[in-house]
T-cell receptor, first 113, second 114 residues
């Protein structure tokens, strides 16, 4: 059984650019949630995908968007990057939105300069 | 709205001594509470959860947490700290509904001195 895999591990982008982060869910999991963890803060919920549909969204602007694929892997896309988007982006997978079975990946560290 | 508070930014403890990391919560309805640990440049690792049942919950690596409904607290404890326990600890509560998203506290840095 594989865990949650995120790529890339680190990324540096320029303000105004676009970025795509990827997440492979744990085997058997069909739900993926994305969180943003700014330096010195707790993770903040961005959105969740369940069976390829968005299933809830946090307080993030529309330039944060996502996808889930038939194999339940997921992408997080951020357009028009801002300096404040610099953070650790965490992906968590679970089965059928179960709240007691989240498995987190190691995250992607995004730096916007 | 659901929320979690971790009143201490940092907790210092000597190796071998007991440790407590504090967490209080505010929820409507039944609380579903979690503790996660984060090592440098790593993701979140699950330690333990309270869903229902016994107020004392045992988790990974010798950690336990006590659910106290009257004080709306869910403090993390360990009888004897190890240097390797040094990490960032997050308390979280589930915001129920279709999403079941986790709402995290701001984290407490645990420093265990040898």
């Amino acid at each position: 059984e594989t865990g949650v895999t995120q790529s890339p591990t680190h990324l540096i982008k320029t303000r105004g650019q676009q970025v795509t982060l990827r997440c492979s869910s744990q085997s058997g999991h069909n739900t993926v949630s994305w969180y943003q963890q700014a330096l010195g803060q707790g993770p903040q919920f961005i959105f969740q995908y369940y069976r390829e549909e968005e299933n809830g969204r946090g307080n993030f602007p529309p330039r944060f968007s996502g996808l889930q694929f038939p194999n339940y892997s997921s992408e997080l896309n951020v357009n028009a990057l801002e300096l404040d988007d610099s953070a650790l982006y965490l992906c968590a997978s679970s089965l059928d939105r179960e709240f007691y079975g989240y498995t987190f990946g190691s995250g992607t560290r995004l730096t916007v300069v | 709205a659901q929320s979690v508070a971790q009143p201490e930014d940092q907790v210092n403890v000597a190796e071998g001594n007991p440790l407590t990391v504090k967490c209080t919560y505010s929820v409507s309805g039944n609380p579903y509470l979690f503790w996660y640990v984060q090592y440098p440049n790593r993701g979140l690792q699950f330690l333990l959860k309270y869903i229902t049942g016994d107020n004392l919950v045992k988790g990974s690596y010798g950690f336990e947490a006590e659910f106290n409904k009257s004080q709306t607290s869910f403090h993390l404890k360990k009888p004897s700290a190890l240097v390797s326990d040094s990490a960032l600890y997050f308390c979280a509560v589930i915001n129920g509904g279709a999403t079941n998203k986790l709402i995290f506290g701001t984290g407490t840095l645990l420093a265990v001195q040898p």
